[in-house]
């Protein structure tokens, strides 16, 4: 329990640290330099478990690296050019993205509840996104 409140406060702080280093470096800098610290530990744990070392090396295993660095660079772009609790909000809507993609990839269904889920999500995000950029559909 203690890991996971650790873990939800330094990812809660982590937009606001980014965006202050954002000030001073690049988002491709920055997408560079998180790659190459997580490629550190990522080695420094598969040196320690002789069972991953085959799958290190699948073509699978560098997509998911590839995409994941893309990911980071959206990400920081995008950071550098929105408010750090927005860009939070909005980086962590990420299942929304994964359960959509689900459907179309792996052709899972969707029940009614997930629907609801999602669409409440979509609905969430839109009422608070749009009022921090002076949009207000409602008024």
Do not use: Q
Not at 13 to 27: D, E, H, Q, R, V
């Amino acid at each position: 329990m203690v890991y996971a409140i650790l873990s939800a406060i330094l990812m809660g702080c982590t937009a606001i640290i980014n965006k202050f280093a954002l000030l001073t470096i690049s988002p491709i800098y920055a997408t560079v330099i998180n790659s190459l610290i997580a490629s550190i530990f990522a080695l420094i744990f598969v040196k320690s478990m002789k069972t991953i070392k085959r799958t290190i090396l699948k073509p699978a295993t560098l997509l998911v690296g590839i995409f994941n660095a893309f990911g980071l660079l959206l990400m920081f772009s995008g950071l550098s050019r929105l408010d750090p609790g927005i860009a939070s909000i909005l980086g962590t809507s990420y299942y929304i993205f994964a359960a959509v993609s689900a459907v179309y990839i792996f052709k899972e269904k969707l029940n009614a509840e997930a629907f609801l889920f999602i669409a409440s999500s979509i609905a969430g995000l839109v009422l608070i996104v749009y009022p921090s950029h002076g949009f207000h559909p409602w008024i």
